[in-house]
């Protein structure tokens, strides 16, 4: 069974940076991919970034590329998501993702997801 824990959230001034983790427990996770997602009141839950377990290719989200940084440590099992230049806008509930098949198209492809961690950025 996989298990995913996040960690890192907080209150944070605009323009400040924040990395969120993402400890991950189970099996074998070389057939994975692991994606970040946000999700703001009222709102979908949005997609931000990806990352291949095994080749570390990674992918995201037009609206973050260049501030957010998906990478991740094989050792410890823990996916980062570093957010530089951070806005108002960021203010989200942030959720790590599995997809046990690194299919990588729908947030329907992501099988198991933290409990997710907030992100708040004050103007």
């Known amino acids: 069974q996989v298990q995913l824990i996040e960690s890192g959230g907080g209150l944070v001034q605009a323009g400040d940076s924040l990395r969120l983790s993402c400890a991950a427990s189970?099996?074998?996770?070389?057939?994975?991919?692991m994606g970040w997602f946000r999700q703001a009141p009222g709102e979908a839950r949005l997609f931000l970034a990806a990352i291949k377990w095994s080749s570390g290719d990674t992918y995201y989200a037009d609206s973050v590329k260049g501030r957010f940084t998906i990478s991740r440590d094989k050792v410890k099992k823990t996916v980062y998501l570093q957010m530089n230049s951070l806005k108002p806008d960021d203010t989200a509930v942030y959720y790590c993702?599995?997809?046990?098949?690194?299919?990588?198209?729908?947030?329907?492809?992501?099988?198991?997801w933290g409990q997710g961690t907030q992100v708040t950025v004050s103007s």
């Open positions: 993702a599995a997809d046990s098949t690194a299919t990588i198209q729908t947030i329907l492809d992501y099988d198991y």
């Open positions: 189970g099996p074998n996770f070389s057939s994975y991919a």
